[in-house]
């Protein structure tokens, strides 16, 4: 029929998908709260770094 063959996602990605979004709204939210006080907690960054790893995890599996 003239189209190529597109492998399947793999199953794992919407849960990558969800992933990404909430520690990008997470990131954002602490960026806000950032921006306005001036400095950043560590706490902030820990979670940050932690959600990180959770995306790199399920990359990894892929």
């Known amino acids: ?28 939210q602490i960026a806000r709260a950032t921006n306005a006080r001036h400095f950043v907690r560590s706490e902030e960054l820990e979670e940050i770094y932690s959600r990180l790893d959770d995306i790199w995890s399920k990359v990894k599996e892929l």
């Not at 794992?12 to 520690?23: G, H, I, N, V």
Request: hydrophobic share 30%; net charge neutral.
């Open 1 to 28: 029929m003239g189209e190529p063959i597109k492998a399947r996602p793999p199953q794992e990605l919407p849960e990558l998908l969800r992933l990404l979004k909430s520690t990008s709204d997470n990131i954002n």
